[in-house]
């Protein structure tokens, strides 16, 4: 894990989902637990920026014409 993108609260539910961008090289790291989507480089090993607000992501999609990520949310009941 790279030092700042994963709160570990002893669930047992580590970061998930993840998402590799091809045309940008970054990865993106979906929490379910603080509920945010962080942005890493794997070029310096770094979190780039945390998306927040993105509710609980359990899927992540990119769109490749404009490198937009989609977080799928878990759906309230």
């Known amino acids: 894990m790279v ?6 609260n002893g669930s047992g539910i580590g970061p998930y989902p993840l998402l590799y961008g091809p045309q940008n ?6 929490d379910l637990i603080t509920r ?3 942005v890493v480089n794997p070029l310096t090993n770094k979190v780039e ?9 359990i899927g992540l999609a990119l769109d ?3 490198n937009y990520i989609s977080p799928a949310p878990i759906p309230s009941l």
Do not use: E, T
């Not at 090289?25 to 979906?30: D, Q, R, S, T």
């Not at 920026?49 to 992501?57: A, L, R």
């Open 25 to 30: 090289g970054l990865i993106y790291v979906g």
């Open 49 to 57: 920026f945390n998306i927040s607000g993105v509710g609980s992501p």
């Open 3 to 8: 030092n700042g993108n994963y709160q570990g």
């Open 64 to 66: 490749p014409s404009n």
């Open 36 to 38: 945010n989507v962080s």
